[in-house]
């Protein structure tokens, strides 16, 4: 029984340095996300962090700044939500689907 255990955990050593491994190259990863037909784009990593912001200078008007916070925001937003989805389903190969909490 103690066997079985111990290759439990060395099962388990194993998934965790794998787990961390495609952390690391998935942080190295990027993903670009526009709104308002490209006029905002943004990029994030796997981290789900914003590496950079472009905004077309045409957008930029005085009379109308809640419009360019709404492009920056669907834009950044749909950014992370794609790095969320690929984070997921590189863990989901990882860990044959199962739902392992606070992975992303």
């Known amino acids: ?12 050593q194993q998934m965790q340095q794998k787990m961390a491994r495609v952390q690391q190259e998935l942080e190295q990863r990027e993903l670009e996300a526009s709104a308002g037909g490209g006029m905002v784009t943004a990029r994030v990593n796997g981290k789900q962090q914003v590496l950079a912001l472009t905004i077309d200078p045409s957008v930029v008007d005085p009379q109308d700044v809640e419009m360019l916070q709404d492009l920056v925001l669907v834009a ?18 990882l860990t044959g689907g199962l739902s392992i909490p606070g992975l992303c």
């Open 76 to 93: 950044i937003n749909e950014a992370i939500r794609q790095s969320q989805q690929m984070v997921q389903e590189e863990m989901g190969k």
């Open 1 to 12: 029984m103690a066997k079985g255990l111990g290759q439990m955990m060395k099962q388990a």
